[in-house]
């Protein structure tokens, strides 16, 4: 199954931008996913082709018209009905890796690119299916940087894409927990060795020091996911007890 991306923007020239190279690109050329854009100035009546207009209340900046952007939706929404619409905005929710793996288990994706000061309201109050989606607390100067972000968080989960099957399930957040640190040859660099258990071959020790290097990280570098992993953990946890104190019964 072929993995269909839409990109509604103003910049149609942005794509596939990096997307054409590397694993990407040879996915695109494979056939393993498609890149087609939509120009939401293609929907607009008048012969400027005028897309966006004055904050109503008065303000600085522009705002993209709800009339213009609708229709720019729902011909998105006419050509592939059953795909998820994600407007990228940082007033969204912000993604994870568990929504971009939904989202590659599906036949594909329309993303909407903010610009200006944003979308007008009355867009998402009309067309609730979309889902106004952030990349990360940072202002962009437009959605199309997070729209390929978001494509190729995607994108290197299709099968076939990665080389090795355990490459998009051994990496940061695909667990709750960022990655364990990684090394490679040469053994020593600059006095420094690569830690013993990995040069050690016993896979069961290997294992269990990548669990707790990935645990410590988590907490130290990123407490919020520190303390997700914990609640789930520990809920998970709980349930097995529960079960095994019924079971005992």
């Known amino acids: 199954m072929t993995f269909a991306a839409q990109i509604l923007t103003l910049y149609p020239e942005m794509f596939p931008g990096s997307l054409g190279q ?7 050329e494979r056939g393993d996913w498609t ?3 939509v120009n939401p100035r293609d929907f607009a009546t008048d012969k400027h082709r005028k897309v ?3 904050p109503a209340g008065g303000g600085a900046g522009l705002v993209l018209k709800a009339d213009i952007l609708g229709k720019a939706v729902d ?9 998820p619409i994600l407007a990228m905005t940082p007033r969204g929710k912000p993604i994870t890796q568990a929504r971009i793996r939904e989202i590659a288990g599906g036949s594909g994706v329309a993303i909407l690119c903010g610009r200006f000061e944003g979308f007008d309201e009355r867009l998402f109050e009309a067309r609730p299916q979309i889902e106004q989606i952030s990349l990360a607390d940072i202002v962009l100067s437009g959605g199309e940087p997070a729209a390929l972000a978001i494509l ?3 994108i290197r989960l299709l099968p076939g894409v990665m080389g090795a099957a355990s490459s998009g399930t ?6 709750g ?9 040469p053994q020593e660099w600059e006095g420094r060795t690569i830690p013993e258990v990995l040069r050690s071959g016993d896979h069961a020790k290997v294992e269990a020091w990548r669990k707790a290097q990935a645990e410590t990280d988590t907490r130290l570098r990123r407490p919020d996911l520190w303390e997700r992993y914990k609640d789930v953990r520990d809920q998970s946890a709980s349930g097995a007890r529960r079960k095994d104190k019924e079971t005992d019964q």
Request: hydrophobic share 30%; proline share 5%.
């Open 170 to 175: 051994e990496e940061s957040f695909e667990d």
């Open 75 to 83: 011909h998105a929404i006419e050509r592939q009905p059953n795909i």
């Open 177 to 185: 927990l960022l990655e364990y640190p990684q090394y490679t040859r």
């Open 22 to 28: 590397s694993l990407a690109g040879k996915a695109l």
């Open 35 to 37: 890149c087609d854009t």
């Open 152 to 154: 190729d968080a995607c």
């Open 52 to 54: 966006d207009d004055t």
